[in-house]
Structures are given as C-alpha cells and as structure tokens.
C-alpha cells in the first residue's frame, strides 16, 4: 500500500476531538495543568515535596508548581537535549538565549552556544572532535559540561553515546515526521536533490556507509551541518535510529540493514527520556520542559500563552501529502528530483517512520516520558 493509504486514515481523524486536553488549553488564553488523578496521592506543602532541595517557593505561580508536581518535583542541575536536524533547534535556541537574559530563568550557556545558530556546543561538522571527547557515560558526560564554561543546558547534534537516565540531568528531544525533516533541510531551491538522490542510488544492502569511496560530499558548501558527517550516506537510512544508538553502533549498522531490534532499542533509549516531544505538539510543551527542568530553572510558565519567554505557539500540521509523495504532476527538473528523492527516502526510512509514529501515538495517549503523563505525581 502507498504512503497515504496506509498512514492517512489515522491522521485525517486527528481532529481537535483527538487531541490531548493540554492542546485545546494552549490555544486559549490561558494554560492550565490537568488535576492530579483522584487515585494519586494529595500533596500537602510544596517544601514537604522537596526534602532534600533547598528552593525558594515564594515567587512561584500555580502553574509552574503544577508543571513541577506533574513528574514527581525532580531537581536536576543540567537538562541535554538530543538535537536532531532541523527539528526546531533554532526555535528552541532563540527561547534559551531570552531565558538567559533573567537571573531568575537559571538558564546558563556558554559562550560558544551564544555564538551559533543552534546553541549547540560543538559543532557536528567534523566529527572527530566529539569522539575524541568520549563522552559514553554519565560521568563523562558531567567531566565534559564542566569544562565547557558552566552551561546547564547542552544542545547536541551529535550521536548520542551515553545512556540515560542520569543522575540530576533531564533528557528531552524533539522528532518530526521524517521526510518533512529531510524536505526542509535541502535547500528550498532543491539544489541538493539531486545529489542526495544519487547517494541512495549507489548504495546496495550491506554496504558501509562510512567507506570512504561513498560519495556523500553532496553539498555545495565545505562545511554545512546538513551534510551530516558522522553518518555520511547513513544520513539518508534511517538517521533517527542511528543518532539514537551512537556512533559505535548507530552509525557503523551497514547500508538498509537497520532492524526491528534496533528499533526496539532505540524506543527503550527514549523510554528514559524525561520528555520527547513530536514537533507537531510542539506549541504544548512548556509546561513539560519546566517539569524537566525542575525547580532550579524558571522557563516562564506563567499561564499566558508561550509565557515569559516567548516558547513557540506555532502548531505544525502533518503534510500528508508529502508521506505521500504526492506533489502534483512535475512541471519541472526540481519538481521531478523532489519526486525522486522522496520516494528513495520513504524506501529506506522506514523503521525511523515507525519511531516518529510511535512517538506521536505516546504523546496522544499522555505517555511521552516522565513529564507528559496521564499521572500527575508520581
């Protein structure tokens, strides 16, 4: 079966009725948090949730707390976000660089984040920088923060070689639909159509993504993040799963040789995450990102829509058509190239397909991570 028939008939139901009670409160003027189940247990004081942390409780607003309450109050002292491109790093870079402009946000970056587009703080483009960092550990993901001027929110856009959970820091992510992800990352021109069409061409099953005869230097400039090194035709097979697993395992899996138990993997990797976001449910997020956080960080949820600091109200739609591969009758040499591209794309993503779809169905059903559940306290 097409694209479209296979994957529309749960998209086109998805009408206001089927979204979260949270999305139809985001639209509004105000935000609010759902109650606590009346099976969880009540709270008594704020400071009562909070033992072992010494916080100053006097300038919280309501909603703030209740975000805080929603994943069981837990403080932690650095938040990493898993960057994938072209997945709203920006968006989420420009709220960041506001949060920093008040001591109170307690939002801290450092001075290389400041400086790119991203807020990432090493550069993916090339990628013998991060493995020579080793970062396989928790610990060594701690000795790495330590020396990169004092941030306590790490952007990475690079393979993910440690493991959560880790002790005091809150995992987040952002996933999309993966050709809309690829679509806009290929210049609006299409001037990498082409070239990417081609790298898929000369790929058979088995191959080694990595070997160096692969022609993967498909952009026109030296050095864009799009070209994505640390993968190189990997890029183009199922590049969610390889970020997932890491460099020693995700990026080293042979050409179309990504399986059901790396799948698996992946989703057991991202069951740890505090919080992972479908960018189509992007706009309600803020009060999850707050529960990541926790009471060391102040992201401006304050019960108005975006809050303090502006976080994105944009809703992002699924483009069924582009699943679909249906962009009318090519008129041009661009239009047939984007033809070709997605459909080479959509044949060997399949499994990444499935973990966005997964992904979305989790943040639905009030399931996505320990600060976007159907239990308030946990």
Known sequence: ??????????????DEAAFPPATKRAAGKTMTIPAAPSTAPAPTTYLELFPDQTVDTKNLVPVREAALLMGGNRSNTLVVHLHFHACSGKQLCKFLRDAI????????????????AACNQLDPDPPARWIKENVTSCQELRRYTSQRGGSNFMLIETPLDFRPPCPGVGMMTVIREPWGRLE??????????????????????GDDPLASHINWYYCD???????????????????????????????HIPW?????????????????FDLVIPIEHLADALPGLQCTGGPRYDFGLDGTPGGRYSWTSTRKGINLRGIACDFGTPHTVNDRDRLELCQLFNKFNQWDRKLWEWSLYRWRGWNSGRCHTSLSIR
């Open 101 to 116: 402009k008040e001591k109170r946000s307690g939002v801290k970056l450092d001075d290389n984040q400041i400086m790119t």
């Open 256 to 272: 179309d040789m990504v399986t059901e138990e790396h799948f698996e993997k992946a989703k057991g990797i991202l069951e740890q």
């Open 1 to 14: 079966s097409s694209p479209a028939e296979k994957f529309a008939p749960a998209f086109v139901e998805a």
């Open 221 to 251: 400039a030296p050095h864009a993040p799009t070209c994505q090194p640390f993968f190189k035709a990997g890029y183009f097979n199922n590049y969610y799963i390889r970020t997932i697993l890491g460099w020693y395992e995700g990026a």
């Open 184 to 205: 806009a990352t290929q210049g609006k021109r299409g001037w990498t159509f082409p070239n990417a069409s081609n790298v898929i061409k000369n790929m058979s099953k």
